[in-house]
């Protein structure tokens, strides 16, 4: 399925700059699919100086509109959804269905979820206060848009995870610029065309193409804030970048998302999830299972069923539904990567008994591979692999199993599988994750009240939730002082009474020095 290049949303895939345009062809077969221009450093200035110019206009129009601008973009979102899944498809090299399921269908919830809940996440918060000073004064924090957000988006969820984080930006009343992936900024300009037509005036959200090791540094100095997602060694140097201008900044990184899967769990559900969460995207998933530790009593049972399933899927060029199961490596540069990982692991004693190789001919893709034998030596088993790799682990008893989670600089997401769901989240509760699931992996990102964030080097800040907004305001804290009984405060200045200094100091401990001391 190749969607229709126009000048607003024509792009192809392996994003490598010609001349000044940015070309993208689908992973899938190598076809040019289209062609887009690409900015200079001194052209995202100036989209980022509209944008600001543009951005009072747009916080002025209130939650209201803004609502309704973004229902009006929810309905334009399912009403074109096939023209959006084509579209990823073809620059992404995913199914059909991952871009239906993870892609338009939290676009779509996402734009009503933001538009009802704004309102409530960022209303003025009237706050009481223990403190005899302020006694009578009205005191209120309030969030403030901070003006022009900048959202650097990934190349594997064109839509959720680069054009997504822009929903609740623009909801909070910022105007926004994004710079997606060379590799797939179809979708963004496909979603740019859209809010035009649903009412976002011009300017408030842009759409700037250009690699980022050229135009990055532009964006992150001019912008107010930086949403970034893509891997922990870029996200350093856009948060070293960021702290030159003091520029707050929200990263979700890398992950290596551990699976226990406990003596006593459904072993089958364990497996099929094991497969899917592993396989789904092609592994291009920042919250993939990235490494499965299974308790020996069961593991053989385990690896027994993962490797039936896994070697059931159906590889292919993606395109009508229910055609292939696993699409195209969006970036050559990941496969590399992936190859070099399972090569090197089979050379240190893992086996493939699924896959192992990079597949022949037209397009960019790595078979489905199920590794075993393999342990922390590995890099399949502690870095960030991306890709569609299963690295399937034998632990003697869960705190084996723990201990292995947590023995890693990443933290994103992890799971815990067990038919004692109150034991599995008191081990949840011991793993060094900002989520962990029981029984279940990534749903936690649909529940958009839930916040998704990362700990250790996955990330900073969190996407979802009131956080997942606020974080696209400033903090105002407002104190005022309706009416004042006299005309100098007790504090003030001069101090020439001692004895109303002493009465002070009695006070408080009137005031603080009563109660349980231990």
């Not at 804030?225 to 893509?230: A, E, K, L, R, S």
């Not at 399949?380 to 008893?397: Q, S, Y």
């Not at 649909?446 to 964030?453: C, F, N, Q, R, S």
Request: hydrophobic share 40%; proline share 6%.
């Amino acid at each position: 399925m190749e969607p229709t290049a126009t000048p607003e949303a024509a792009v192809t895939t392996n994003g490598k700059p010609e001349g000044n345009t940015v070309e993208v062809h689908n992973p899938a077969t190598g076809a040019l699919i289209g062609s887009v221009p690409a900015m200079t450093p001194d052209e995202v200035t100036e989209a980022v100086a509209r944008a600001r110019a543009a951005q009072p206009a747009w916080e002025a129009m209130g939650f209201a509109e803004r609502g309704r601008i973004l229902r009006r973009m929810q309905k334009w979102t399912l009403d074109n959804s096939e023209r959006i899944i084509s579209t990823i498809v073809a620059e992404n090299g995913k199914t059909y269905e991952d871009a239906q399921l993870a892609e338009v269908s939290y676009a779509a919830s996402a734009f009503g979820f933001w538009a009802k809940n704004a309102p409530d996440f960022l209303a003025d918060e009237k706050v009481k206060s223990a403190s005899p000073f302020v006694m009578g004064r009205k005191l209120v924090v309030r969030y403030a848009p901070v003006g022009v957000v900048g959202v650097i988006g990934p190349w594997n969820y064109p839509l959720t995870n680069s054009f997504g984080d822009c929903i609740p930006a623009l909801a909070a009343g910022n105007s926004v610029v994004l710079k997606p992936a060379t590799l797939t900024p179809m979708t963004s300009m496909v979603m740019a065309e859209g809010l035009r037509e649903c009412g976002v005036p011009e300017d408030v959200f842009q759409v700037t193409v250009g690699e980022g090791s050229k135009i990055g540094n532009a964006l992150i100095d001019a912008v107010d804030f930086v949403m970034f997602t893509g891997s922990t060694e870029v996200g350093k140097k856009v948060m070293e970048r960021a702290a030159q201008t003091l520029t707050g900044t929200a990263m979700e990184l890398g992950g290596k998302d551990p699976m226990i899967v406990l003596a006593d769990a459904n072993l089958e559900r364990a497996a099929n999830a094991a497969v899917h969460y592993s396989m789904q995207n092609g592994g291009q998933t920042c919250i993939s299972v990235e490494r499965v530790y299974v308790e020996a009593p069961v593991y053989d049972d385990f690896v027994a069923r993962v490797t039936d399933k896994m070697r059931a899927l159906r590889q292919g060029v993606p395109g009508a539904p229910a055609q292939t199961d696993v699409g195209a490596m969006t970036s050559p540069d990941q496969l590399d990567l992936v190859e070099q990982q399972v090569d090197d692991a089979v050379e240190a004693g893992a086996r493939a008994v699924v896959g192992g190789h990079r597949v022949d001919g037209p397009g960019d893709f790595f078979e489905p591979t199920l590794l075993l034998d393999v342990d922390h030596t590995m890099e399949c088993m502690t870095e960030e692999t991306f890709g569609p790799t299963l690295p399937v682990m034998k632990v003697a008893d869960v705190e084996e199993a723990i201990r292995l989670s947590n023995d890693s600089p990443y933290g994103l997401q992890a799971s815990v599988w067990t038919k004692d769901t109150e034991r599995g989240e008191q081990i949840a509760r011991r793993l060094e994750s900002g989520v962990v699931c029981v029984n279940d992996a990534q749903l936690n990102y649909v529940a958009l009240e839930l916040p998704m964030g990362g700990w250790k080097e996955s990330g900073v800040g969190s996407r979802h939730g009131a956080g997942g907004i606020r974080k696209y305001t400033k903090q105002q804290t407002l104190l005022v002082t309706k009416f004042a009984p006299t005309n100098k405060d007790v504090h003030m200045l001069p101090y020439t009474s001692a004895r109303k200094t002493r009465m002070l100091g009695k006070s408080f401990r009137f005031l603080w020095g009563r109660g349980k001391r231990d």
